[in-house]
T-cell receptor, first 111, second 116 residues
């Protein structure tokens, strides 16, 4: 099964700073890629997903992610974060009906 | 988007008792549902894949006799934690893909289990 690595355990930013969260999966093939967000006390919500096509995917709330097949990566970006983006972010890879999550990155945005 | 519900949202039980958690897809059918466990400040760990009309597939290290899964219909999967112990206390989350197993997963809100 795939393993998913999220490089940053905890990221602290000031409002308006740019964000990039790393995500790598372990091996190639046809995979579906996801970023989920979990706000404090709430359940997982889908930010964006990549199935095929344009490797630059735009999601909700101004987030985007780029799939780089050669690097097995699917990094999440946002040009200008807001205090309300404070949450836990999970990268997930679906490979042959098997979905695996990264360990998560906690983002704290200081007002 | 599709909606997945879980019941109960939280439960407290005594050690040695069994607890049943339901996962329902409200507006779509799901032949496959997934059960995850999430420890505080950690990621989701896949426990098992629930298959409608057949046995569940358990991940390595997950005791199938302790975590009983029944996928009775195309909209309902249940997870029963048998003879619960304090170390079973956790957040249990289910998900279901809409439109086929490899499609987008929709997650339930989770069930917090506390075993005293």
């Amino acid at each position: 099964a795939q393993s998913v690595s999220q490089h940053n355990h905890h990221v602290i930013l000031s409002e308006a700073a740019s964000l990039e969260l790393g995500c790598n999966y372990s091996y190639g093939g046809t995979v579906n890629l996801f970023w989920y967000v979990q706000y404090p006390g709430q359940h997982l919500q889908l930010l964006l997903k990549y199935f095929s096509g344009d490797p630059l995917v735009k999601g909700i709330k101004g987030f985007e992610a780029e799939f780089i097949k050669s690097k097995f990566s699917f990094n999440l970006r946002k040009p200008s974060v807001q205090w309300s983006d404070t949450a836990e972010y999970f990268c997930a890879v679906m490979d042959n009906n098997d979905m695996r999550f990264g360990a998560g990155t906690r983002l704290t945005v200081k007002p | 988007g599709a909606v997945v519900s879980q019941h109960p949202s939280w439960v407290i039980c005594k050690s040695g008792t069994s607890v049943k958690i339901e996962c329902r897809s409200l507006d779509f059918q799901a032949t496959t549902m997934f059960w995850y466990r999430q420890f505080p400040k950690q990621s989701l760990m896949l426990m098992a894949t629930s298959n409608e009309g057949s046995k569940a597939t358990y991940e390595q290290g997950v005791e199938k006799d302790k975590f009983l899964i029944n996928h009775a219909s195309l909209t309902l999967s249940t997870l029963t934690v048998t003879s619960a112990h304090p170390e079973d206390s956790s957040f249990y989350i289910c998900s279901a893909p809409e439109g086929g197993p490899n499609n987008e997963q929709f997650f339930g809100p989770g069930t917090r289990l506390t075993v005293l």
